[in-house]
């Protein structure tokens, strides 16, 4: 009965007054027999692991900073957090190594200042936050050509790898060179017109190696 009215109450969201309603007993019984439950011990042996890490909030000043490791299937770390900052993810690091784990290889969605936080190990930006930060400057439609070339290749990310990932950005640099340098004549202004909004794709490489940077907008420079 205990092992039930466990899983009732953690895998199915049961409330104390919906489980003692359904079993007929005092909301108190039902929490003494979830308090004496024989839980199973889901300990983690420290090893090598891919740290992903992320904060979710839920409103204004209050967030969830977790560290999940694909392979394990598992969080490893979660804290409340009120903002997004690399001394929160420094704090999660040294927590996850006390525990034992080595973090091989970390995942992060591009906060400025978190990369540093793992900058002695390889970091790849999550292909989720790039796709979407692409969506952002290139649109879900394109109407410039290169631009609708440059979102092929960014849907295709999931799927690539570095080398060939490279070679595509390459041959796309290469074929809209010209493009990229265009500078027109905002008639009555004073200003021009040029290719400047840019984002880099982070991918899975060494920290040191360098960035592919990619413009497409036209915005007016003074």
Not at 53 to 73: A, E, M
Not at 163 to 181: M, P
Request: proline share 5%; with cysteine.
């Amino acid at each position: 009965m205990q092992r039930v009215l466990w899983y009732k109450y953690v895998w199915q969201r049961q409330t104390l007054a919906q489980l003692a309603e359904t079993y007929r007993r005092g909301k108190r019984w039902i929490q003494k027999q979830l308090d004496a439950a024989p839980i199973s011990d889901h300990s983690l042996i420290p090893q090598p692991i891919i740290a992903v890490s992320d904060v979710t909030f839920f409103g204004r000043g209050y967030g969830v900073l977790v560290i999940h490791c694909p392979q394990l299937k598992r969080n490893i770390y979660w804290k409340e957090v009120t903002a997004e900052t690399p001394a929160e993810y420094l704090q999660a690091r040294r927590n996850v190594e006390q525990q034992g784990f080595i973090i091989q290889v970390a995942v992060v969605d591009g906060k400025r200042g978190v990369t540093k936080v793992f900058s002695d190990i390889p970091v790849q930006m999550c292909q989720f936050h790039q796709i979407t930060i692409m969506r952002r400057y290139l649109t879900s439609r394109p109407k410039l050509e290169a631009g609708k070339e440059l979102r092929a290749i960014t849907l295709a990310l999931t799927t690539l790898t570095e080398q060939s990932c490279t070679a595509l950005l390459d041959e796309w640099h290469k074929r809209w060179e010209l493009f990229l340098k265009e500078r027109t004549y905002i008639l009555g202004t004073r200003h021009w017109s040029i290719h400047t909004s840019s984002h880099t794709f982070r991918l899975p490489k060494h920290p040191h190696q360098p960035s592919l940077s990619v413009h497409l907008q036209k915005t007016p420079a003074t």
